[in-house]
Structures are given as structure tokens and as C-alpha cells.
């Protein structure tokens, strides 16, 4: 099997991107996995395609090898976009999904519900130590909830509804196949593939 770094501490995400490229003989480890410390890249740029390719350019750099890296976050409508790339530390701290949920949950307090579309974006990029380039955009149209439900996946999924349920009730199985970042990843597929 093949290895490919992931840009990535969160060990959910690993898992997301091993489900979809395990099929084509890849595993994904993360740099620890690898034995070495990966440097923590700081998000400047103002897409989400050009944070996911600074964090994988890095490290295929110090890894030395296949590295991918996602970029994801929620656009809500009524917040003209926002928290968009800046999601994960949307309420002041970095990866708070507590906090960052009560914050988005309060300022959308007395918006109706047609009013509370929203959609997850990830952007899947792949950086070969050669300097090639691979980058893959998926998006999921869904709608902000009123109240956290599921205990599954991570992020906003608890407040996220598409289909009906929060992607916090979905098994990974059934999140794979809606979610915003099941669609880049199946696309970066079809691209190594």
C-alpha cells in the first residue's frame, strides 16, 4: 500500500480520508503516525482552496511524500457567508465545537427557518513532493437547526441538517455519501485515480 500523509491532527478526518481512498491501495497516516512533528501552518489565505493547498504543500515538503489536506467550513445565508473559513475558531478559541455552535446558534436565534440555509464546503488538495497539484471542491446544501442532535461526527454536524436528520445522527457511512467533504474526497479520488 501506498502511504499519504494527511495535513491534519484531527484523527476524525483521517478516518473520513482512509473510508474513501483505502479502495485505491492508499493508507493515510497523519505525521505522527510518520514519526515527526508537522508543522502547524497559519491559514492566510482568503479561500478555502488556498488554505487547503498552503497545509498540503507543507507537508508533502516535510513529510516527503503525498500529502492531503482539507479546508472545510459553514457558509450560512443570513450571515452572508460567515463563518465560512474562519469556522473552526468562529468563536474566538480554535476547534471549540461548543462554543463555536452556541455563538452561530445565538445569532441566528430568531431567524425562521427558511431563512436558515446554509451549506459545508471542503476543499480536498493533494500535493505530490514532485510539486504536482491535485485540488477538489465538494459542497452540501443544507440548514442550520435550532438545537444540537447526534453525538456523531464533529464541527457544527450537531446543528447541520441535510436529508432530514443533523449529520450529527448520520453513521459515518451515510455522512461519507452526503457530506461536503465525501464529495471532494470521492472527486480527489477519481483525479489519482
Partial sequence: ????????????????????????????????????????????????EENALLKARSGA??????????????????????????????????????????????????VPKEKRTARFVSVAACVFPDGREIVCRGECEGEIGFEVKGSGGFGYDPIFYAGGKSFGELTPKNKDKLSHRGESLRKLKEELL
Fill in 1 to 48: 500500500m501506498k502511504e499519504f500523509l494527511i495535513a491534519s491532527h484531527n484523527l476524525k478526518k483521517r478516518d473520513e480520508l482512509a473510508r474513501i481512498l483505502k479502495p485505491l491501495g492508499i493508507t493515510v497516516i497523519t505525521a505522527a503516525e510518520a514519526g515527526f512533528t508537522l508543522t502547524d501552518v497559519e491559514e492566510t489565505g482568503d479561500t478555502f
Fill in 61 to 110: 515538503k516535510e513529510g516527503k511524500m503525498p500529502c492531503v489536506a482539507d479546508d472545510s467550513g459553514l457558509c450560512v445565508d443570513y450571515l452572508d457567508g460567515a463563518p465560512g473559513i474562519y469556522s473552526a475558531r468562529y468563536a474566538g478559541e480554535h476547534g471549540n465545537d461548543e462554543k463555536n455552535i452556541e455563538k452561530l446558534l445565538f445569532e441566528l436565534k430568531n
